[in-house]
C-alpha cells in the first residue's frame, strides 16, 4: 500500500508549520521559557510530526519532504530534551564570588596535582642548574635570564628603562595574550587524556625552578621576590587552574570510577572547564596588569619590602577568595 | 562503525538522521572563516590607527588584544548567536549541533573552539584533520571533548507534489482496475525509487536520464501490464510519471 503522499502533505502541512513557527520563536530567545501549555502543544506538535514521518518512511519517502521533517524533529527534540530554567540567567557578580570559587573547590584533587607536578618540576629545574650550569641555556625561555643573576640586579636597579616607560601598555597587553594562550593550551592538552597537560606544568616547573634556584644561589632572593612576587602569587595559581581543567578533562576522557558513558562524563564537566578557564584568564589579566605596570620597577624606584608585602597580601587575598567565597553560612543549632 | 549520518532514536520511538559534513567541506568553511577574522583584524587595526596621534603606545595594546579577542573569540560568537553557524559554515550550509541531539549549550561552544589550538598543531590543521578522517562521526579534537558533530542544514521548504504533475494528462487513470492492482503489488521500494526518479530527473545527464527511465519503465510495466492504447506514443519517462502520479495521488483534486 502506497500513501496519498499529495493529500497527506495537504492534511499535515499546517501541523509542520505551526511547528516550525514555534520552534523559531524559542531559538531566537537567548533563554527559552515556555509555559505548560506551551510545552504540551510542543510536545503534540513534535509527536505528530514524528508519526508523519515514521508512515511517509515506511511507505512511500519523497527524500526532500523527509529531510524537511527530520530537520524540524531535530530542532523540536533538542529544545523538548534540554531543560532551561530562570537559572540559567547570567550574573557576573554571582559568577565570581559564587560559582568559580565553588567549582574551583569541586575539582581541587587536580588544582593540587597540577600544584605537585609543577614543584616536582621545579625541583628537577633547580637541580638541573645546580648540577650542570650549562642546562641554564636549555632551560631559561627569555635571553634575560641567561645573565649572571647578580649582573642583571645591578642593571635593573642602576637603568632607567626607557622601553618599558613608553611600552607600558603594549607590554602589558602581550603578557596578558600570551599567558592567556598557555593556560588555554594547558586546557586544551587535557585531550591527551591529561598527558600533554602533565608534561606542560612539569616544564613550567623546570622553568620556574631553575630560576628561582639561580637567583637563590647568586643571593639575589630579596630581589626575586621583588621581581616575582607582586604578580607571580596570581599568574602561576592561573596557569594552574588552568591545568586542573585540562587533567578534569583528561580524567572525563579516561572515566576512572565512573560508570557514565564518555559523552555523559564530558557534559558533566564542560561547564566547569569553561568556568575554570575563564576564571583563570580574569586572574591573567590582572597579573598582566602588574607585571608591567608594578613588577618591573625596582629600587631605588620601589623598595622591595613593599612589592614583596604587596605580593604576600595578594596571595592571601586570592587563597581567601578561592577556599571561602562562595561557601554557604552553616546555620548555628539553637538546641531543642 | 564508519557511517555519514547521526542516527538519533528517540525515548518515543521516532528515528531520524543527519547528513554529517566531511573534513573537507568543514575546511573549507574553516578558510572563509580564517579570511573573514583577517578581514575583521584589519578594520580594527586601521580604525584603531586613529588614536595613534594620541596614543602610540595604547595603540600598540589595543591592536594585540583586539586581534586575540577576534582570533579566539569570532567562532564562538557567531556560532552562539547564529545556533551553530559562522560565516564559513553559512556559505557551506553546514551546522554545529549535539552529538546526540540536544540543544547546543554555550559551554558546548566554548570548548569545541579552545579546542582548536590542538587541532590546529602542527599546522594546517592537522591534528583535527587526522582526528575527522578517523572518527566515526568526522570529530576534531574539540568537537570529541564537547561532544558535538557538524552536519549539513537540510533543506526547510515542505516539497510540493502538484507542482510535478501539474498540466498533464494521464492516461493510465482511466483503467481503475489496474491501478488498484499495481498499488497492491508494487513494493515500497520501488515506488520510492520511482518518485525519486521523477523528483531528481533534471539532475541527470541526458543520456543516464534516458538510460534510468528506459530501464525503471520496464521493469514496472513486468508488474502491471497496462492496454497498448493506453501507452501510444508515450516516452519511458511520461510512463514512469504516470505510475508515480497513480501511485502517489490515488485521487488527484
Known amino acids: ?45 513534535y509527536e505528530r510530526t514524528g508519526a508523519g514521518l515514521m508512515k511517509i518512511s515506511t511507505f512511500a519517502a519523497e527524500p526532500n519532504l523527509v529531510r ?126 591529561g598527558i600533554g597537560t602533565l608534561i606542560l606544568l612539569f616544564y613550567n616547573g623546570v622553568v620556574l625552578g631553575a630560576v628561582i634556584f639561580d637567583y ?33 578533562l583528561g580524567q572525563a576522557l579516561i572515566g576512572w570510577n565512573s560508570k557514565e558513558n564518555l559523552a555523559q562524563r564530558l557534559r558533566s564537566v564542560t561547564g566547569s572547564l569553561v568556568i575554570l578557564i575563564s576564571g583563570a584568564a ?8 602588574v607585571e608591567a605596570f608594578f613588577s618591573q620597577y625596582h629600587e631605588p624606584t620601589l623598595p622591595y619590602p613593599f612589592k614583596i608585602v604587596f605580593g604576600l597580601f595578594e596571595f592571601a587575598a586570592l587563597l581567601t577568595f578561592l577556599m571561602f567565597a562562595g561557601r554557604k553560612a552553616v546555620p548555628k543549632f539553637s538546641g531543642i | 562503525m564508519r557511517t555519514n549520518t547521526l542516527v538519533i532514536l528517540t525515548p518515543e520511538g521516532i528515528r531520524f538522521t543527519q547528513r554529517l559534513a566531511g573534513p573537507v567541506t568543514r575546511f573549507l568553511a574553516f578558510a572563509i572563516d580564517l579570511a573573514a577574522i583577517t578581514l575583521v583584524s584589519g578594520i580594527f587595526s586601521q580604525f ?46 553546514i551546522r554545529v549541533v549535539d552529538a546526540e541531539g ?13 579546542l582548536r589550538v590542538i587541532d590546529l598543531l ?72 520511482a518518485l525519486e526518479a521523477i523528483t531528481r530527473r533534471a539532475e541527470l545527464e541526458p543520456n543516464s536520464r534516458l538510460d534510468l527511465f528506459r530501464q525503471l519503465a520496464q521493469h514496472l510495466r513486468s508488474i502491471v501490464s497496462f492496454p497498448e492504447d493506453a501507452l501510444e506514443g508515450m516516452t519511458d519517462e511520461q510512463y514512469v510519471r504516470n505510475i508515480v502520479d497513480l501511485l502517489y495521488r490515488p485521487a488527484p483534486p
Not at chain 1, 152 to 167: F, Y
Not at chain 1, 220 to 239: D, T
Request: glycine share 6%; charged share 20%.
Open chain 1, 1 to 45: 500500500m502506497i500513501v496519498d503522499l499529495q493529500q497527506f502533505i495537504e492534511r499535515e502541512r499546517s501541523i509542520w508549520e505551526e511547528l516550525d513557527k514555534v520552534l523559531t520563536r524559542i531559538e531566537n530567545q537567548p533563554i527559552p521559557l515556555m509555559t505548560l501549555e506551551e510545552v504540551q502543544r510542543l510536545h503534540y506538535l
Open chain 1, 68 to 193: 524537511s521533517l527530520e530537520s524540524l524533529l531535530t530542532r523540536a527534540y533538542a529544545e523538548l530534551q534540554t531543560g532551561s530554567s530562570r537559572n540559567d540567567n547570567l550574573s557576573l557578580r554571582r559568577w565570581l564570588f559564587r560559582t568559580f570559587p565553588q567549582t574551583f573547590r569541586r575539582h581541587c584533587r587536580f588544582f593540587w596535582m597540577a600544584l605537585l607536578l609543577t614543584i616536582l618540576g621545579a625541583f628537577f629545574g633547580g637541580a638541573a642548574v645546580i648540577f650542570d650550569p650549562d642546562a641554564k641555556v636549555a632551560i631559561a625561555p627569555f635571553p634575560n635570564l641567561l645573565q649572571n643573576p647578580a649582573e642583571r640586579v645591578k642593571e635593573e636597579e642602576s637603568k632607567t628603562n626607557p622601553m618599558l616607560a613608553t611600552s607600558k601598555s603594549r607590554f602589558s597587553a602581550m603578557l596578558i595574550t600570551n599567558n592567556t594562550k598557555i593556560s588555554i593550551l594547558a586546557l586544551a592538552l587535557g585531550v591527551t587524556w
Open chain 1, 216 to 248: 637563590v644561589r647568586a643571593g639575589q632572593s630579596v630581589f626575586l621576590m621583588g621581581w616575582l612576587l607582586p604578580h607571580g602569587v596570581i599568574e602561576i595559581p592561573a596557569i594552574l587552574i588552568a591545568g586542573q581543567a585540562g587533567l578534569l
Open chain 1, 282 to 289: 580574569l586572574l591573567l589579566i590582572w597579573a598582566g596588569l
Open chain 2, 48 to 93: 584603531l590607527s586613529l588614536a595613534a596621534v594620541v596614543s602610540p603606545d595604547f595603540v600598540l595594546a589595543a591592536r594585540t588584544i583586539c586581534y586575540f579577542v577576534v582570533t579566539v573569540g569570532y567562532s564562538m560568537l557567531l556560532e552562539w548567536t547564529w545556533r551553530g553557524q559562522t560565516l564559513g559554515k553559512r556559505v557551506l550550509k
Open chain 2, 102 to 114: 540536544f540543544r547546543l549549550r554555550p559551554t558546548q561552544i566554548v570548548i569545541r573552539n579552545l
Open chain 2, 122 to 193: 602542527p599546522a594546517f590543521y592537522a591534528i583535527g584533520g587526522v582526528s575527522c578522517v578517523l572518527s566515526p562521526k568526522y570529530q576534531r579534537l574539540g568537537d570529541i571533548a564537547a561532544n558535538t558533530i557538524v552536519i549539513y542544514t537540510a533543506p526547510e521548504k515542505i516539497p510540493d507534489l502538484e507542482l510535478l504533475f501539474s498540466g498533464t494528462y494521464n492516461s493510465l487513470r482511466s483503467h481503475a482496475h489496474l491501478a488498484a492492482q499495481l498499488r497492491k503489488s508494487i513494493s515500497p521500494d520501488e515506488a520510492r525509487l
